[in-house]
């Protein structure tokens, strides 16, 4: 069975930083691309950030571009989304997807990132 | 960027009764491969976003078969043919042909009346 965890959520201030993880497990994880997907409280949602499976392409929305940095671990199954000078507007639940047939085939079940002082 | 747009916002049903949603792109999701890369997820309150549908209209393992999804350029249309309870929630489209970025419809809520 397929199964994305998220982690590495929680509170932090304006301007901080944070790393968010995502454990994969059911399936050869280097042989797909991955993606980080958010969603603002009571909002729809908004991809942020695409990595292949060798790494080799990386693509970011205009909206973390230069903030949120994405990559892979594939010796130990997992995403990585490292996201600098957070603003408030970045408070939302985050996911990993993975990308397979047509796109985002499977889910995470998210991790809450809020931005407040 | 390609705008996806879904209407209705939100969709009163009866239990039992069939439901639809349209969603429109602003280009065409037809690629060179042949397939048109729209895909359909539901978002069950306080659950993750669950993909129902790819390529318009291939449903994905464990999707039950009342879902349906038709369309082809840039206008398409998921069904139910009969809604039950568990299917209240959030759908969204999503558009895979011309990325980055991918972008996502702004989601229709199904609620039962």
């Known amino acids: 069975e397929v199964q994305l965890v998220e982690s590495g959520g929680g509170l932090v201030q304006p301007g901080g930083s944070l790393r968010l993880s995502c454990a994969a497990s059911?399936?050869?994880?280097?042989?797909?691309?991955m993606n980080w997907v958010r969603q603002a409280p009571g909002k729809g949602l908004e991809w942020l950030s695409y990595i292949s499976s060798s790494s080799n392409t990386i693509h970011y929305a205009d909206s973390v571009k230069g903030r949120f940095t994405i990559s892979r671990d594939d010796a130990k199954n997992s995403l990585f989304l490292q996201m600098n000078s957070l603003r408030d507007e970045d408070t939302a639940v985050y996911y990993c997807?993975?990308?397979?047939?047509?796109?985002?085939?499977?889910w995470g079940q998210g991790t809450l990132v809020t931005v407040s002082s | 960027e390609v705008v996806m747009t879904q209407s209705p916002l939100s969709l009163p049903v009866t239990l039992g009764q069939p439901a639809s949603i349209s969603c429109r792109s602003s280009?065409?999701?037809?690629?060179?491969?042949?397939?048109?890369?729209l895909n359909w997820f539901q978002q069950r309150p306080g659950q993750s976003p669950r993909r129902l549908i790819y390529h318009v209209s291939n449903r994905d393992s464990g999707v039950p078969d009342r879902f349906s999804g038709s369309g082809s350029g840039t206008d398409f249309t998921l069904k139910i043919s009969r809604v039950e309870a568990e299917d209240v929630g959030v759908y969204y489209c999503m558009q895979g042909r011309h990325w980055p970025p991918f972008t996502f419809g702004g989601g229709t809520k199904v609620e039962i009346k």
């Open positions: 059911g399936f050869t994880f280097s042989y797909y691309s």
């Open positions: 997807t993975r990308d397979a047939t047509g796109n985002f085939d499977h």
């Open positions: 280009q065409s999701l037809l690629y060179s491969d042949g397939n048109t890369y």
